[in-house]
């Protein structure tokens, strides 16, 4: 049996995706398949790292150790072949907290700032409340896939005078591991127009083969003279609560300009938990990762499955990467509030609204199958539930 099968109980412990739906729903016995963490247990590795920091009992001011430094180039150059000097690597509290920096470093209010419409909803949340301007150019699903329109792409940078674009590399939510061919067009539109690119590769391991992870970088000829990448090792390993990440910058300018907003905003001191969970995760954590991405693949052939015999309705979009499931349930004709409403108070089964993703997220909802292959059969019956 798989170590992914065992089920866990995550109530009462604060969790969000788990604790908080009964405040937001006043609904009991809720199975939530929302938010991106996953009902597994972090690798053996990283829990035996924190058992010696607490058996040692002291938890002063951490240094960055020389040791993380090397895990990480390792596994960038293994993994995704990316040539890393330590000082390319500038660690944040979270992903959103270095692309929030760089926003407020880089940008100015006003600025026009392009994102992709449907994306992972606090891209817009950051550029809003900073109060830059919000651009967005509409994926288009092609054969079931998102595929980028590079056209509208290039207008809204020419009309809009964009400045910065973020990406998400590999997608959330539809899951596409974007070609480096997708990649190159994109980052010779950005050198053309002079806009800077944010790739926010936090799912870069968790990519299903044949499908190939090209990080921004290596995509197009010194394409980090004009990008930076965000990544962490949170997602890959289920670490989300130690809120720990990495900037990868290798342009002079960039890092310094960064650095500056770092320090003035005093973030670039990071907790013990997330230096010390970070470390271990890179060193130990391979074989795990091994595991959970083929145990993750059969969830997803699962849930498809389950889809086509049970809600052939619902259209859904087969992930390259990611453990999210994009599914459209327009052809039910539900506002987007009657449709969370039968599915939470109805099914009694919580998934991210789509609305939350942008306008072309109307009438679809995120599905995280990072669960147990148990939990989740049960959180599909309550979805069909829902909808009969
Ligand atoms: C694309 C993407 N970026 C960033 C994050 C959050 O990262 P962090 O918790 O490090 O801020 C998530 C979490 O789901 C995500 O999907």
């Known amino acids: 049996m798989s170590k992914f099968e065992q089920p866990i109980d995550r109530l009462g412990t604060n969790s969000v995706k788990w604790d908080t739906i009964l405040q937001m729903y006043h609904e009991k016995e809720l199975l939530p398949l929302w938010i991106a963490d996953?009902?597994?247990?972090?690798?053996?590795?990283?829990?035996?790292?924190?058992?010696k920091l607490l058996d040692h009992g002291i938890l002063g001011y951490a240094d960055t150790p020389e040791g993380l430094y090397t895990a990480i180039i390792d596994w960038e150059k293994k993994h995704h072949c990316l040539t890393l000097e330590k000082d390319d690597i500038l660690f944040f509290s979270g992903v959103l907290a270095g692309?929030?920096?760089?926003?407020?470093?880089?940008?100015?209010?006003?600025?026009?700032?392009?994102?992709?419409?449907?994306?992972?909803?606090?891209?817009?949340?950051?550029?809003?409340?900073?109060?830059?301007?919000l651009i967005r150019s509409s994926l288009i699903e092609k054969n079931g896939r998102f595929e980028m329109d590079f056209a509208d792409i290039e207008e809204k940078f020419k009309q809009h005078k964009v400045k910065v674009m973020i990406l998400c590399n590999p997608h959330n939510p539809g899951g596409r591991v974007w070609l480096k061919d997708e990649l190159l067009q994109l980052g010779e539109l950005c050198r053309k127009y002079k806009v800077l690119i944010f790739s926010d590769e936090i799912h870069q391991d968790l990519v299903f083969a044949p499908n190939k992870m090209t990080s921004f970088f290596e995509a197009g000829e010194n394409f980090s003279d004009f990008s930076l990448q965000f990544t962490s090792m949170t997602k890959t390993f289920n670490l989300a609560g130690i809120k720990n990440s990495i900037v990868l910058v290798k342009n002079e300018q960039l890092r310094k300009q960064l650095v500056h907003k770092q320090e003035q905003n005093f973030q670039q001191e990071i907790n013990t938990f997330g230096l010390v969970g970070m470390e271990a995760a890179y060193n130990t954590g391979e074989e795990w990762l091994a595991e959970l991405l083929p145990y993750i693949q059969s969830n997803i052939e699962y849930t498809m499955l389950f889809f086509k015999e049970h809600l052939p309705n619902v259209r859904i979009m087969n992930p390259e990467g990611t453990y999210l499931l994009w599914l459209d349930f327009s052809e039910y004709k539900l506002s987007d509030e009657k449709l969370e409403e039968r599915l939470v108070h109805g099914g009694k089964v919580v998934l991210n609204a789509g609305i939350s993703y942008g306008p072309s997220g109307k009438q679809h909802m995120r599905l995280n199958v990072a669960c147990p292959q148990a939990t989740l059969a049960e959180g599909l019956k309550r979805i069909a539930n829902a909808l009969k």
Request: hydrophobic share 45%; charged share 10%; net charge negative.
């Open 99 to 133: 692309i929030a920096t760089a926003v407020q470093a880089f940008t100015q209010p006003n600025d026009a700032i392009l994102i992709h419409d449907p994306v992972y909803p606090p891209f817009s949340t950051i550029i809003t409340t900073n109060q830059r301007q």
């Open 38 to 51: 996953m009902d597994f247990k972090a690798p053996a590795g990283v829990l035996q790292a924190y058992q």
